[in-house]
């Protein structure tokens, strides 16, 4: 087992290089670098500025050498420092990062609490009414996008109950009350929007298994139709589900920072936005490893959780 | 005679298909003693399965009891509520399905799966009712039984998982044992192994079986009582040792026809019966067997011949060829 934890810890690394490549490329080509969007800004254009502004950047260096500086500093602990703020993209990651991980799980929580029951309630009632309100329910959710039912939300208390969401960040340890307030809005919108799928997998899954040899021996035996499902159904049912979350690992965080945005969630998807606007290229690139590497642990986890749920895997 | 274990009556069943409903049993009688073993032979589609299926309810959401009655210990099972159904399960009437590799659930161990009868119709506590559980799989003849309780299925091979199928099928000492042709996925070499175990632990506990096969040398060997089904009917019934010396229907006598014998002629063609087995959604009227029937007269097609005693504990539904 420690093998295999230590196997995929490995394989992580070429993956992540391979991002990394091609995330550092990508924010380059971005029409509008930084330099320009500096020199706008002081409304000085001359040319001299412009190389001198380069060079205190770093930026007159081919951009593989920029490349291989910025990639050895990163084994060494070390992202750089932002190119607007000078502040250390490390640090800015420590404070940001947290945030994001927490509207993330919040957000799986939902998703979870809202899905799984739901999608065994739907099979064990197929065809009833029911069964096709929670099913429509899920088809909206996964029609209506998560940032427009942000802003309705933002919008329409506000109109009609003079209510509108709480936007002031207070962080977890200092006022855990608060911060809950703040973040289970975009959380719940968030993992509404991600409950949709994993309810139709959770309901599609029981049903299959349902019909199942193992099922009808367990009604031979004379359980219980809630035990035959909890104890002999939900196991094998949850197997696939558990894939389907890791998969939706990238729409979690994607989510999260459009969500961040609307709700002012000083999370990392509110810095990497601001960083893009920006063209900050250290902030940017450091975001989307540090981005790039949750999705694969995320992945790791859920490989581990087939472990526990399936003992063919265990053996 | 001893008072019946068990007593089918006129039991008709139908199933929804795409086509419309069904007739896969149709006026099915049997009777069965304690102690008894009844062996229900036929082709796939003949209602053999079904038929062990609507003892225990256990038919599905497409299947639908229409008529007739199931009577075990004087109860009407197809009359009594789900829960007393549920009690009766497992207890008193234990199933043996045919697939041992997919019956069993992959996720939870053995001793779990044997237990659970126990832990639910006893009333045990789990670790009782696993200690009893290492009991039972001692007895099916697993080695170091006591151990492979926290085994999952996939660490069994079919023979073995079958023997588990058995231990759980007994844990409650049942007084009916239904097992839906227990050997048909095994080896060859398995299969006697399990049907000789099967039938002496039945026999240690008193209780009654049904064996449900399409091999005709399983019912000489292992059962007391035959009844051979064609098309959603019983066409003959007969003490087992009765029907292989005298066959009275047309279609028994053709299924022990086309046994192969060692002592044949060896340059003869094996015996087989023209035709397909019939499609139970579009049955032939009257008697189902009459298109194959060499001795099929008139009054063959136009009703159904009832199942009738033409010798004591011997009775065929056939409007005679002699």
Excluded at chain 1, 204 to 226: F, P, S, W
Excluded at chain 2, 263 to 272: E, F, I, M, Q
Aim: proline share 6%.
């Amino acid at each position: 087992m420690q093998a295999f934890i230590l196997r995929r810890l490995l394989a992580v690394i070429p993956t992540l290089l391979f991002t990394s490549v091609i995330v550092f490329a990508s924010i380059r080509l971005i029409p509008g670098d930084v330099v320009d969007l500096m020199l706008a800004q002081n409304d000085i254009s001359t040319g001299t500025d412009r190389a001198v502004l380069e060079a205190a950047l770093g930026l007159d260096k081919p951009i593989y050498e920029q490349y291989f500086v910025w990639i050895l500093n990163i084994t060494q602990g070390d992202f750089g420092y932002s190119l607007w703020q000078n502040t250390s993209v490390a640090e800015q990651l420590s404070l940001t990062l947290p945030i994001t991980f927490e509207l993330g799980l919040l957000a799986l929580i939902v998703a979870l609490t809202v899905a799984i029951p739901i999608g065994i309630y739907s099979a064990m009632k197929q065809d009833t009414v029911g069964d096709y309100v929670t099913r429509s329910f899920s088809l909206l959710m996964l029609a209506i996008p998560s940032f427009w039912l942000g802003t309705l939300v933002m919008v329409f208390p506000s109109v009609w109950w003079r209510w509108a969401p709480p936007l002031q960040y207070t962080p977890f340890f200092e006022d855990p009350i608060g911060n809950l307030m703040h973040m289970m809005v975009p959380a719940v919108l968030l993992g509404l929007s991600l409950s949709a799928v994993t309810m139709r997998m959770t309901r599609t899954m029981m049903l299959e298994v349902l019909r199942q040899d193992y099922i009808r021996t367990a009604r031979a035996k004379g359980l219980k139709e809630n035990l035959i499902v909890f104890r002999h159904a939900l196991r094998n049912c949850l197997i696939p589900v558990v894939t389907l979350i890791g998969l939706q690992a990238p729409l979690l965080i994607g989510g999260a920072v459009i969500l961040e945005q609307i709700f002012v969630v000083p999370g990392m998807g509110l810095m990497l936005l601001e960083a893009v606007f920006q063209r900050d290229y250290p902030v940017v690139t450091g975001v989307f490893l540090v981005v790039g590497l949750s999705i694969l642990v995320i992945n790791l986890v859920v490989d581990l959780t087939y472990g526990f749920l399936d003992p063919k895997v265990r053996h | 005679m001893m008072e019946p274990l068990l007593t089918i009556s006129d039991l008709s069943v139908t199933f929804a298909t795409e086509r419309g409903r069904v007739q896969a049993l149709d006026g099915v009688s049997l009777e069965l003693a304690a102690g008894e073993t009844l062996a229900i032979v036929g082709e796939s589609g003949s209602g053999k399965s079904v038929t062990a299926l609507s003892i225990l309810g256990l038919l599905g959401d497409a299947g639908q009891v229409k008529g007739g009655s199931i009577e075990f210990q004087g109860e009407d099972l197809t009359r009594v509520s789900a829960a007393r159904l549920r009690e009766i399960r497992g207890n008193q009437i234990a199933f043996i399905f045919q697939e041992p590799m997919s019956s069993l659930n992959p996720v939870l161990t053995i001793g779990t799966q044997v237990a659970e009868p126990i832990w639910l119709h006893h009333k045990k506590s789990w670790p009782e009712a696993f200690a009893e559980a290492g009991e039972l799989l001692a007895k099916v003849a697993i080695p170091d039984a006591a151990q492979r309780l926290e085994d999952y299925p996939h660490q069994f091979s079919g023979g073995m998982r079958q023997r588990v199928m058995i231990a759980m099928a007994l844990a409650c000492q049942p007084k009916l044992i239904i097992a839906d042709e227990p050997t048909t996925a095994l080896d060859v070499t398995v299969q006697a192994q399990i049907l000789s175990l099967l039938k002496n632990l039945t026999k240690e506990l008193g209780s009654s079986l049904i064996l449900i096969t399409h091999d005709l040398g399983v019912v000489a060997r292992y059962a007391d009582k035959v009844a051979v089904m064609y098309g959603g009917r019983v066409v003959e019934t007969a003490s087992a040792l009765d029907l292989y010396k005298n066959p009275r229907h047309p279609y028994t006598k053709g299924l022990m026809d086309s046994i192969p014998k060692l002592d044949g002629d060896p340059g003869s063609r094996l015996h087989t019966i023209e035709g397909q087995p019939p499609d139970l959604s579009d049955l032939p009227s009257g008697c189902a067997f009459h298109p194959r029937c060499p001795y099929a007269h008139e009054a063959c097609t136009a009703s159904k011949p009832p199942l009738t005693a033409i010798a004591t504990n011997h009775q065929r539904a056939c409007f005679g060829y002699e």
